[in-house]
């Protein structure tokens, strides 16, 4: 094997463990942050990725390094979860319970980074970013779900609608439903579930 062969197996090696180390410090900080640590030090974060303090600030030179990175394996680690299957010819009954689900799935596997992620955004724009672009891709979803009820209205009052479904079934709503009205899970769902039913089943029957 040739030096300059040598030299890049070792390169290569360096970027290898220094990726792995990368990921282990976002996916400790993701998991002690879903433990209720909402402000992990930087002892805490090396501890629980197994590497040392000094290593983690090699890792990421800075914390809004840190911070992006940990948003990209946050949302790849739960990425199933902000998905909805393709049911769109299926019936408003089902096509409700679905996204009510799916929503309710995300916010309890997800309360504390969300709470977190809320409470940080108006001091981090890319934070804040991210979560406007997550909010514009939970309206398109209900835009496409709800695709034919929608088509019942004019352009402005179908966005209005959009709007109300995507803010009622928003993580804000969620914490402010359980723990300020003090409602379990199975109860948000349903009032969620009723909320919808009352709001689009009127546009169905037009619709027939």
Request: one cysteine or more.
């Amino acid at each position: 094997m040739t030096q300059t062969a040598v030299s890049n197996e070792t390169i290569d090696g360096r970027r290898a463990r220094r990726e792995r180390g990368r990921l282990a410090v976002s996916d400790a900080v993701i998991n002690l942050v879903g433990e209720g640590n909402t402000d992990p030090t930087s002892e805490q974060v090396a501890e629980r990725a197994g590497v040392s303090v000094a290593s983690l600030f090699r890792y990421f030179e800075t914390l809004k390094e840190l911070r992006q990175e940990t948003l990209h394996r946050y949302f790849k680690r739960y990425d199933h979860l902000f998905q909805l299957p393709d049911i769109t010819e299926s019936t408003l009954e089902h096509r409700t319970q679905v996204l009510v689900d799916r929503r309710a799935k995300l916010y309890e596997t997800t309360e504390p980074m969300c709470r977190q992620a809320r409470r940080r955004a108006p001091d981090v724009p890319d934070l804040d970013e991210e979560l406007r672009s997550t909010r514009a891709m939970q309206a398109d979803q209900i835009r496409q779900y709800f695709a034919c009820e929608l088509e019942a209205l004019s352009p402005s009052a179908s966005d209005d609608l959009v709007a109300t479904i995507n803010t009622l079934t928003s993580f804000e709503s969620w914490d402010q439903i359980a723990h300020d009205h003090n409602r379990t899970p199975q109860q948000v769902r349903r009032t969620w579930t009723t909320a919808l039913h009352q709001l689009l089943q009127p546009l169905e029957s037009s619709n027939t």
